[in-house]
Nanobody
Framework: QLGLVEVGGGSVQAGGSLRLLCETSGSILSFETVSWTRQGPGKERELVASITRDGIENYADSVKGRFTISRDSAKNTVDLQMNGLKSEDTAVYYC?????????WGQGTQVTVSA
């Protein structure tokens, strides 16, 4: 069983920044994909950003230019740096790992952006 823990959520005013950290119990370089996904109030779950084993990054159009995903293979962590936050970024953010065709999820961390 793979362990995932998200840290770094909180409350911030619009225009501010937050950095989320996904801590994993496995080697991130063995994961096919690591993603950050969010679910806002009354909204469907949305893929925010992902990074593949080969280091290919992908972003939702709504966050391009504002969010950056990165990984630290020595610490087995994946970061999501969020700048220029907007009220519509308010959501629970989840770290998601695809490994051997199995999806693993963290418990989520709340991000609240006030106007």
């Amino acid at each position: 069983q793979l362990g995932l823990v998200e840290v770094g959520g909180g409350s911030v005013q619009a225009g501010g920044s937050l950095r989320l950290l996904c801590e994993t119990s496995g080697s991130i370089l063995s994961f096919e994909t690591v993603s950050w996904t969010r679910q806002g109030p009354g909204k469907e779950r949305e893929l925010v950003a992902s990074i593949t084993r080969d280091g290919i990054e992908n972003y939702a159009d709504s966050v391009k230019g504002r969010f950056t995903i990165s990984r630290d293979s020595a610490k087995n962590t994946v970061d999501l740096q969020m700048n220029g936050l907007k009220s519509e970024d308010t959501a629970v953010y989840y770290c998601n790992v695809l490994l051997d065709d199995i999806d693993y999820w963290g418990q989520g961390t709340q991000v609240t952006v006030s106007a």
